[in-house]
């Protein structure tokens, strides 16, 4: 009979991201990983069955996290410029939290591209599901008028997450946070009124 598991999963699966945020996917070795969550060699691959296994586990527990994040600020009190703006400035703030270790998702995304495989599946869905919240919100802006009329809110949609994409690549790269938040600035004029 097996012998059941003791410890957390999610804490494990939490802690692997956190060894994969820092150091990237392939640089992330298999005794990193069990560094970082405690855990033998043995129950890492009982548990998770490989290293792409738990990277998967990893970003799905990231992504989840970020979007829920960015979802609350969306569908938070104010209008929509505001709440964008919310947006932009939890992406700047976020990354100083964060010792400037940039988004999961982008570093991801610079590291691997986009892999035809589980992993390139939760990269895209994460991509429409931004662009779904982006897109609903400026429509609400252009209704509430605080965004110019005339917008095309998948276009823009496409324009913010570029922009907090970038802003994430910003602090990855060590820029201050003054010119991180100008950043913001331009990208908030370019579509308010």
């Known amino acids: 009979m097996a012998r059941p598991r003791e410890f957390d999963e999610t804490a494990a699966v939490e802690k692997a ?3 994969f945020w820092a150091h990237g996917y392939e640089a992330t070795s298999t005794q990193d990983l069990c560094e970082a969550t405690g855990l033998g060699r043995s129950s890492v691959y009982n548990t998770f069955t490989s290293k792409r296994a738990l990277f998967r586990r990893s970003l799905a527990h990231y992504t989840g996290t970020q979007l829920g994040k960015r979802q ?3 569908d938070g009190p104010g ?3 505001e709440r964008i703006a ?3 400035d939890s992406a700047i703030e976020d990354d100083v939290e964060e010792r400037r270790r940039g ?3 982008v570093n991801t995304l610079a590291e691997l591209g986009l892999p035809d495989d589980e992993v390139g599946d939760a990269l895209r869905e ?3 599901r931004n662009l779904v919240m982006f897109t609903e919100c400026v429509r609400e802006g252009v209704l509430d008028g605080s965004l110019q009329d005339g917008l095309d809110p998948a276009d823009v949609a496409e324009f913010l997450l570029s922009t907090t994409s970038g802003l994430r690549v910003m602090a990855r790269r060590g820029t201050a946070r003054a010119r991180m ?4 600035d331009l990208a908030l004029k370019a579509i308010t009124r």
């Open 86 to 88: 919310a947006v932009l």
């Open 126 to 128: 994460d991509t429409d």
């Open 17 to 19: 991201m956190h060894a």
């Open 181 to 184: 938040h100008a950043v913001a």
């Open 103 to 105: 988004c999961l998702v």
């Open 79 to 81: 209008t929509a410029a």
């Open 72 to 74: 609350a600020i969306l």
